[in-house]
Nanobody
Framework: VQLAESGGGLVQPGGSLRLSCAAS????????MGWYRQAPGKTRELVAR???????LYVEPVKGRSAISMNNNKNTVYLEMNRLRPDDTAVYFCNIEDTTGRQFWGRGIQVTVSS
């Protein structure tokens, strides 16, 4: 399974964007889906995770201004972010874990928040 992110780019502070992550295959059962990011000089960190049972976790820096969701028909995972800040600048990666425990990562997409 390959994941492909899209929707990144340059955004002004205070702006919004929606990242998409499309899976190349259908028919596998998702257990957890998530978005991570890696800023320059920093380690990759969790942004948000959505669990099969319905629980959703957002890390504190993005809580209240982010939403993770999925379109099952399109096998696509989304991350919407609002009120973007310069410290949101990073490469964003999507991650999916299926019910057998296999993990899949996208190649990452750049998001730059700057005026």
């Amino acid at each position: 399974v390959q994941l492909a992110e899209s929707g990144g780019g340059l955004v002004q502070p205070g702006g919004s964007l929606r990242l998409s992550c499309a899976a190349s295959e259908r028919g596998f059962s998702i257990s957890v889906m998530g978005w991570y990011r890696q800023a320059p000089g920093k380690t990759r960190e969790l942004v948000a995770r959505s669990f099969r049972g319905g629980q959703i976790l957002y890390v504190e820096p993005v809580k209240g201004r982010s939403a993770i969701s999925m379109n099952n028909n399109k096998n696509t995972v989304y991350l919407e972010m609002n009120r973007l800040r310069p410290d949101d600048t990073a490469v964003y990666f999507c991650n999916i874990e299926d019910t057998t425990g296999r993990q899949f990562w996208g190649r990452g997409i750049q998001v730059t928040v700057s005026s």
